[in-house]
């Protein structure tokens, strides 16, 4: 779960602005528009997945040479050490909010559609919860971005992101970026888009 959480939290602020019900999902694949353009994101084949392993293990053994270096659990440790962020109080208050969503779920789908007062209650109950969970993962994934989990799942969003985001182009999908410099340096409304919705597709497969 926490894995999901810290890729989710990468693009946050992206998959809140775009509302993915509208998207055409089809075959592990996502289509969205920018700039009147027609865009899709899909998940990798076998090759690219072994392509995008061997760069992250790579990555990996990079950010282990570099100062400073700090996993995770390490991280988690500081944070609370020096009065920064409690994650496992964090924790705890995540599993009171989303229980309460639920029952907050449940109430909503028990009510009468002419019980319009206690309805509109409940929903602002719930939008009140949704953006506290919200601000929770944003305030978790802000402060352990710089371990080493974070930036390895950060890096291979990305790097699927540039492998597999195809624009349509004469009735035809084709590569939008051939390196990854060339992402890098790109447009980045349409690489944070690509990223969102590549997060998407990743928090869809592994649920």
């Not at 305030?139 to 989990?149: D, F, I, K, R």
């Not at 390895?152 to 349509?168: G, M, N, R």
């Not at 447009?187 to 597709?201: F, G, K, Y």
């Amino acid at each position: 779960m926490e894995n999901k959480e810290q890729i989710l939290s990468e693009s946050i602020k992206s998959l809140e602005l775009n509302n993915y019900e509208v998207g055409i999902v089809q075959n592990n694949k996502l289509i969205f528009i920018v700039d009147d353009k027609n865009y899709r994101v899909r998940m990798p084949i076998q090759s690219e997945q072994a392509f995008i392993d061997h760069k992250r293990n790579l990555a990996q053994l990079d950010y282990l040479n570099q100062e400073g270096c700090i996993t995770r659990k390490q991280l988690i440790t500081k944070l609370k050490d020096v009065g920064i962020l409690d994650i496992e109080k964090i924790e705890a208050r995540k599993e009171e909010l989303t229980k309460e969503l639920k029952q907050m779920w449940f109430a909503l789908a028990t009510k009468s559609s002419s019980e319009k007062n206690r309805i509109e209650e409940y929903k602002e109950k719930i939008n009140k919860i949704q953006d506290e969970l919200k601000n929770i993962a944003i305030e978790v994934g802000t402060q352990l971005a710089p371990s080493l989990e974070s930036r390895l799942e950060k890096f291979i969003v990305e790097y699927t992101a540039f492998l597999c985001t195809d624009v349509q182009s004469e009735g035809k999908w084709v590569r939008v970026w051939e390196t990854i410099e060339d992402f890098n340096k790109a447009d980045s409304p349409l690489t944070e888009r690509a990223a969102a919705s590549i997060t998407w597709l990743l928090l869809n497969k592994r649920s």
